[in-house]
Structure formats: C-alpha cells, structure tokens
C-alpha cells in the first residue's frame, strides 16, 4: 500500500522547535524528491522544502536559516527540522513525493503560539 505518514506535529511556543517525520511506504523512496508544504488557514498551499533523490535542497526564503530538512534511504523517511518557530510558521504540513507521480500525506498540524 503505497502511504506518506506525517507526525511530530504540536503546539510549541515562539522561539521553539519541533522535529517533523514522514514515513514512506510501498514506494522506491530513494527514487523519489521528497517534500514538505504547509497550508495556513484562509491561504494556498506553499512550498516549505524539498529534498531530491540526490539529497540536493531547497528552501522556501520564509524559513532559510531555520528549518533543515534530510532524508533516511534505510528508514524511508523524511524529516523536517523546524527552529525558531513563529507565529507565522502555524499551518498543516504536509509529505509529499515526486517520481512519475505525485504522493500526499494526510498532513500534521503545527502551532506556534504562546
């Protein structure tokens, strides 16, 4: 069963980090671009970062400096590391896969707020 799991999502304070995960099934993950986005409410879907099968990266200008995202070929998982956190930052992140097709995860929500 081909399946993105998103966790690691919270309500965390300005200033504070979280860590997210997305667990890949049924897939070749290392032949994949892996990808986070986030959704604000009331806005569209954005680009946080992405990591491609050759472990290259890019980076939304919003969380540059911030946020690092890596991959694990033998865990088939993706992770965001999230620092720094803003108000701003508070949406529903979401996996996504890219080889031929395009893959979503269910998302994870993210809160910053004191």
């Known amino acids: 069963q081909v399946q993105l799991v998103e966790s690691g999502g919270g309500l965390v304070q300005p200033g504070g980090s979280l860590r997210l995960s997305c667990a890949a099934s049924?897939?070749?993950?290392?032949?994949?671009?892996m990808g986070w986005y986030r959704q604000a409410p009331g806005k569209q879907r954005e680009l946080v970062a992405v990591?491609?099968?050759?472990?290259?990266?890019t980076y939304a200008d919003s969380v540059k400096g911030r946020f690092t995202i890596s991959r694990d070929n033998t865990q088939n998982t993706v992770h965001l590391e999230m620092n720094s956190l803003a108000p701003e930052d508070t949406a529903v992140y979401y996996c996504?896969?890219?080889?031929?097709?395009?893959?979503w995860g269910q998302g994870t929500q993210v809160t910053v707020s004191s």
């Open positions: 996504n896969a890219r080889f031929l097709r395009t893959l």
């Open positions: 049924g897939i070749i993950f290392s032949r994949y671009n």
């Open positions: 990591i491609t099968s050759g472990s290259s990266t």
